[in-house]
């Protein structure tokens, strides 16, 4: 109904090719292909996302409160991205990932306050190690890019995946990008983030991630937030950044791996930074 069709995709891990002949999917091994679409009209996408609103709603009443018809129109007109493609692997997915990972009840934990501490949530069950976690601060909202996007700093250097375990680290993760995502739509602005990490003061294999916390990472950059993040920059480069680089990257898929660049200097970020550490600005 959607689709302008000019090249295919494959069905099993939605990697594209312009060459119509192509019988085996070069990055899965995949045989199945769909026919991709070119870009949409404006016209076109509202009546998409309308579309996969009302698609989700009876299952998901939440896509009223958590996506804008903005972020919706955005995932829809990545260029070779079917409507199918974007409802059941893209929002639905991510819908339904937020259940299983309790996104809801971590909120009512824990929350983050205007100046940006974190205090116990509204609920009756206070996580403390997640908010223990969330006040040491190596994770934060920080400027914006260029374009104006706001941007989430991670000081890698202070990160100890070990120390209170990976689910832990994960949640405060996904607490701080909660909180970020929830003004980004009260201000009714910038619906996706740029992520710096910060590797000065330490190694990045001093106290490496565990497989575990990388899988965890991949899975909220390409599942839990899908096109939220515009891109990654990491830097100082170093010899352990290329190593856990090379680690990363069979994990993601190529429009993923895409958005990641190492730096050799934090000044190369193209960042503007506050003059002084605020929430998201």
Known sequence: MFKKKTAKRCKACGEGTVKLERPVCKRCGGEEWELEGQEHTPAELAEMTSSLRNALRSSYPEIDELYSDAYLARVLAVPGRTFEYARDEKISKALAWRREFGVH???????????????????????????????????????????????LCCQTSLIDWRKRGVEV???????????GLRLMRQRGEHESFTVVLDTRGGSSMDRPPPMDALRGLSTLLQCAYPD???????APVSG??????????????????????????????????????????
């Open 105 to 151: 009840e971590l909120a009512q934990s824990v929350q983050c306050q205007e100046d940006g501490t974190w205090s116990a949530g509204a609920g009756t069950d206070t996580n403390a190690s997640l908010l223990e976690t969330c006040r040491e601060g190596f994770l934060r909202w920080s400027g914006n890019d260029l374009e104006g996007r706001p941007v």
């Open 228 to 234: 939220r993040v515009e891109h990654v920059w990491a």
């Open 169 to 179: 680290e994960l949640q405060h993760h996904v607490m701080v990008i909660e909180h």
């Open 240 to 281: 352990a950044l290329r190593a856990l680089f090379g680690l990363v990257t069979p994990l993601l898929a190529s429009r993923s791996v895409k958005k990641i660049s190492l730096l050799r200097s934090m000044e190369q970020a193209p960042v503007r930074w506050p003059a002084s550490e605020e929430s998201v600005a």
